[in-house]
Each structure stands twice: as C-alpha cells, then as structure tokens.
C-alpha cells in the first residue's frame, strides 16, 4: 500500500474523516457477521439446514454408512428393547441379528423415499398458505364508497 505525504491540514483533516468513514462501515459489517453468524449458530437453526440441505442432496449423494449404522442401533432398540420385551432372550437376539444385518440396506433405500415424501408435503403445504384474495378489489371499493 502506498502512502502519500500530507502537506496541509485540510488534506489531514480529509485523511482523518475519510479514515473514520471507513472504520465506521468495517465496524457495521463486523456487526452484520457477528449477528448473521449467531443467529447460524442457533441449535434449531444449524438442524434446519442440514434437514434442508440433506432434502436437496438426497438425488445426488447416498446415505453415508455412519447414517445407517446409527439407524440401525436405534431401530434394533426399538425393537429389541421397547416391542420385544417380554419375550426371550432367544428371540430377542434372532430379531437383533436379523435387524443389525438387514437395517443399514433399509435405512440407505428409505431415506431418500421419506425426505422426498417430507419435500413433497412441504410443497404442498406452502402452496396451501399463498395468499389468495377471496373478492375484487373494485367491487369492494363500491360498497364501501356508498
């Protein structure tokens, strides 16, 4: 960056409020990405954009097996654990192994099926809340004129 010299005081005092006009913009844009970055950082916030982002990556990236092996701890202890608790202990392992062989395959085909089911709802549901005017706004203006 190159400087110039300063001969007088008028070109100071230009410098000097040019110099203060510029810290005053960095300071609001400072501002503008602390508020931007802290309201990105709200726990419901992170979740909807990585919901949205997963319903918009869900034609172009698979599953990843991380995803699927969490599913499948989860749906093994729905089953085993909740549905199957008063029954064996012979049948409650034959289910596990059953649902820990089977889950991730399930999970990584119904995954893309349900979030494009979701997006699909979501659509109809924003399509349901547009805005729409139940009368003329000529014929209003006439009643209301008399």
């Known amino acids: 960056m190159k400087t110039t010299k300063i001969t007088s005081i ?26 931007s ?3 990105s950082l709200h726990p419901g916030n992170i979740v909807k ?8 990556d869900t034609s172009s990236s698979p599953v990843s097996d991380r995803v699927s ?10 089953i085993s654990g909740i549905l199957m608790k008063k029954s064996g202990i012979i049948k409650r392992l034959v289910a596990s192994s059953v649902i820990q062989k089977f889950a991730p395959f399930l999970i990584k085909q119904g995954v893309p099926l349900i979030s494009s089911f979701i997006s699909k709802m979501r659509e109809k549901s924003h399509k349901k809340h547009q805005s729409q005017a139940f009368y ?5 203006y006439d009643f209301n004129s008399k």
């Open 37 to 39: 970055l802290k309201i």
């Open 10 to 35: 008028s070109e100071l005092r230009s410098e000097r409020s040019r110099l203060n006009l510029k810290l005053q913009v960095l300071d609001e844009e400072i501002r503008d990405n602390y508020t």
């Open 136 to 140: 003329d706004s000529t014929t209003a």
């Open 49 to 56: 954009s990585l919901f949205n982002s997963r319903l918009d």
């Open 69 to 78: 092996t969490v599913g499948g701890s989860v749906l093994n202890f729905l």
